[in-house]
T-cell receptor, first 113, second 116 residues
Framework: QQQVKQSPQSLIVQKGGIPIINCAYE??????FPWYQQFPGKGPALLIA?????SEKKEGRFTISFNKSAKQFSLHIMDSQPGDSATYFC????????????FGPGTRLSVLP | DSGVTQTPKHLITATGQRVTLRCSPR?????VYWYQQSLDQGLQFLIQ???????AKGNILERFSAQQFPDLHSELNLSSLELGDSALYFC???????????????FGNGTRLTVT
């Protein structure tokens, strides 16, 4: 129940394409869903985050879509660029004591020029 | 710059040795998290401290230990090192007891540990 599932494991798109990364969870106590971007040799950087009372959030070319009933959320990258090539992690936070923040396994995105 | 500082950036040591990794959280952040990332793998949660107290434990080996000091910096101690301990070790910090809208989790750039 503490897990977050993420797919696909890897993704290759052409420049200008719209890669979509999906995540799913079981624990309805999760109330904060961020996405992180990680370049090789660097720490993950917070990209965008959403609460479950919002169905969509946009920040620049990055959009999170949230489906509370299906317990799924996804990241869309509009007009993708080669510089977006990185590993993307979804995550979820819950108010329970103990391990209260979990990451998905990650998606390696390659945007071809 | 996330504001989370980790030292050293690189560490090369031999099997059986002991090392200490250091993390200074962002100014004002009370929580410190430690993660291990092996080559091309995901982020494995090790341990969390909040305001000096252990808050949560993940898949942390008994050979590993950590603490958070009164000035809120944290240290991760790895002992009896094995080849398989070679990885990137990340520290992250947040204001509150858990990441949230008003308390985002920010990562340092990690310490790359190589055990030979």
């Amino acid at each position: 129940q503490q897990q977050v599932k993420q797919s696909p494991q890897s993704l290759i798109v052409q420049k200008g394409g719209i890669p979509i990364i999906n995540c799913a969870y079981e624990n309805t106590a999760f109330d904060y869903f961020p996405w992180y971007q990680q370049f090789p040799g660097k720490g993950p950087a917070l990209l965008i985050a959403i609460r479950p009372d919002v169905s969509e959030k946009k920040e620049g070319r990055f959009t999170i879509s949230f489906n509370k009933s299906a317990k799924q959320f996804s990241l869309h990258i509009m007009d993708s660029q080669p510089g977006d090539s990185a590993t993307y992690f979804c995550a979820a936070s819950n108010p329970n004591y103990g391990q209260n923040f979990v990451f998905g396994p990650g998606t390696r995105l390659s945007v071809l020029p | 710059d996330s504001g989370v500082t980790q030292t050293p950036k690189h560490l090369i040591t031999a099997t059986g040795q002991r090392v200490t990794l250091r993390c200074s959280p962002r100014s004002g952040d009370l929580s410190v998290y430690w993660y291990q990332q092996s080559l091309d793998q995901g982020l494995q949660f090790l341990i969390q401290y909040y305001n000096g107290e252990e808050r949560a434990k993940g898949n942390i080996l008994e050979r590993f230990s950590a603490q958070q000091f009164p000035d809120l910096h944290s240290e991760l101690n790895l002992s009896s090192l094995e080849l398989g301990d070679s990885a990137l070790y990340f520290c992250a910090s947040s204001v509150g007891v858990r990441p949230g809208v008003g308390s985002p989790l920010h990562f340092g750039n990690g310490t790359r540990l190589t055990v030979t």
